[in-house]
């Protein structure tokens, strides 16, 4: 069982919308622990387990893993962070997925967060943030790759000289960030609106205007924040 005094604040909305930036910033301001259940199946992959590869099948396809899984991921995350207050970025995608964390965990949100977006918007920050924008080669053997917001910039010492982007297509950021991969997302996300609904009619849904500027979606997560006691 689950004895803490937990609080829990999802953030459901489509791919791009915007949670893991206002998670991170919210996170700056308010102190929850971040648990981005994208995140910790891209973990799951990366530290060899035997989900691994379906898993990575599945994200490729934007098709959502098995609930059972999910959960078993979150709920570890969760005891593993000694903290109470939450931030369950991306789950639950559909009802089945909320009835097996809400049996398993036995704790339901005390809000969630519905970052409002158009698919327009949320395609150019996808197609965006896989894009390589600069590349800054200077003397040497050595090889980083840095990930900053929604560039990726790569230190290659070699010479120093300014490449085009396209002179490394080869690096690439989140494998499910290509146009094919994006649109099946966005088909897989309408599997989300039941959920909202269900929020919906628990009264528990905070709807946000997330195709703003950053700075700005954030003032109005905020508010949301602020004005609820805890
Ligand atoms: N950006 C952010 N905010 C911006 C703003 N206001 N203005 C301009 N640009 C903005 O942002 C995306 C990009 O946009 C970034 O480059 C950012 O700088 C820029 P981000 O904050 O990353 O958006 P987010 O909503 O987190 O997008 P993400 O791609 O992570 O959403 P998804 O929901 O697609 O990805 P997630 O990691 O949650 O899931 C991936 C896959 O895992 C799923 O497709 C599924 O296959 C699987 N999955 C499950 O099976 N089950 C689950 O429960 C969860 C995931
Ligand atoms: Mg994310």
Redesign the pocket.
């Known amino acids: 069982g689950w004895k803490r005094k937990e609080v829990i604040r999802i953030p459901v ?1 489509g ?8 998670c991170a910033k919210i996170v700056q301001h308010f102190g929850y622990t971040h648990l ?4 910790l ?1 891209r973990e799951e992959i990366k530290s060899g387990s035997e989900n691994g590869t379906m898993i990575q099948n ?2 490729k396809e ?4 098995p609930s059972e899984l ?1 959960v078993k991921l979150l709920q570890r995350a969760m005891n593993e962070s000694g903290n109470d207050k939450f931030l369950i ?5 559909n009802e089945e ?1 909320r009835v097996a964390f809400e049996s398993v965990i036995g704790i339901v949100p005390e809000f969630v967060l519905f970052f409002d977006c158009s698919e327009e918007e949320m395609e150019r ?2 197609l ?2 896989n894009q390589v924008k600069h590349v800054l080669c200077v003397p040497n053997g050595n090889f980083h790759v840095l990930s900053v ?2 560039t990726i910039l790569c230190v290659f010492y070699l010479s120093s000289i300014y490449l085009p982007a396209s002179f490394f297509s080869c690096l690439k950021g ?1 494998e ?1 960030d290509n146009i094919e991969t994006i649109k099946k ?1 966005f088909k ?1 996300f309408m599997e989300s609106l039941p959920v909202i609904e269900y929020y919906n009619s628990k009264e528990k849904v905070r709807k946000i205007d ?1 195709g ?3 700075e700005e ?1 954030f003032e109005a997560v905020k508010a949301v924040f602020t004005s609820s006691y805890d």
């Open positions: 909305s791919p791009g919308s915007g949670k893991g930036t206002q981005s259940a994208g995140d199946l599945m994200i934007g098709k959502l893993v999910t970025d991306g789950f639950p995608r997925n920050r996808l965006s943030r917001s929604s989140r499910d997302r897989v997330a703003k500027p950053v979606v």
